[in-house]
């Protein structure tokens, strides 16, 4: 069945700190592939999202780009702020519909 | 346009008896979906409505858990009885279309439910 492999955490970091957060992902057909952001004490948010291979997908500073060789989507962003801790999800969509996610990763970036 | 809506936000049991979560999707959004995460872990989907209708409902753990969604608006999700196994955060989703890619899927704050 499809899945996701993201890099554990936690990651801890200093503002303006570059963050890169590693997404793997299996599945059969094409999958679309997201992030999805946790800030406490709220709910899951789309981030970003890439429906094809090569896609980038963008917001608030991150970046992700589908990459069908390698079966990755990576996030990146190269300046973070202390508003960006949070716990973040990469996630597929397959053909059911249905989301598969990561296991999470909690960041922490400290002034 | 408000969110979707979880209540209740937090809930602590004692194992053997039963919660019901509930959830308000955004107004006019046909398809609603439940996930749990569980010890820090995946999230997991649960199951699928299109109106008051179980699209998908392989994800549901056991026939412990019970969802309906009467009327196509609202739903719930009973535990029946709770065991230590179910704690954890259950999110609820709602999207227009049914692939969530054009309006993409909106979640809730999520309840954290902690069966002691």
């Known amino acids: 069945g499809d899945s996701v492999t993201q890099m554990e955490g936690p990651v801890t970091l200093s503002e303006e700190a570059f963050l890169t957060i590693n997404c793997t992902y299996t599945?059969?057909?094409?999958?679309?592939l997201f992030w999805y952001v946790q800030y406490p004490g709220e709910g899951l948010q789309l981030l970003l999202k890439a429906t094809k291979a090569d896609d980038k997908g963008s917001n608030k500073g991150f970046e992700a780009t589908y990459r069908k060789e390698t079966t990755s989507f990576h996030l990146e962003k190269g300046s973070v702020q202390v508003s960006d801790s949070a716990v973040y999800f990469c996630?597929?969509?397959?053909?059911?519909?249905?989301?598969?996610f990561g296991a999470g990763t909690t960041v922490t970036v400290r002034a | 346009e408000a969110g979707v809506t979880q209540f209740p936000s937090h809930s602590v049991i004692e194992k053997g008896q039963t919660v019901t979560l509930r959830c308000d999707p955004i107004s006019g959004h046909d398809n609603l979906y439940w996930y749990r995460r569980v010890m820090g872990k995946e999230i997991k989907f649960l199951l699928h409505?299109?109106?008051?209708?179980?699209?998908?409902e392989s994800g549901m753990p056991n026939n412990r858990f019970l969802a309906e969604r009467t009327g196509g608006t609202y739903s719930t999700l009973k535990v029946q009885p709770a065991e230590l196994e179910d704690s954890g955060v259950y999110f609820c989703?709602?999207?227009?279309?049914?692939?969530?890619?054009?309006?993409?899927?909106?979640f809730g704050s999520g309840t954290r439910l902690t069966v002691v």
């Open positions: 996630a597929l969509m397959g053909n059911d519909y249905k989301l598969s």
């Open positions: 599945a059969t057909g094409y999958p679309s």
């Open positions: 409505f299109v109106k008051e209708s179980k699209q998908d």
């Open positions: 989703a709602s999207s227009q279309d049914l692939d969530g890619l054009l309006t993409g899927y909106t």
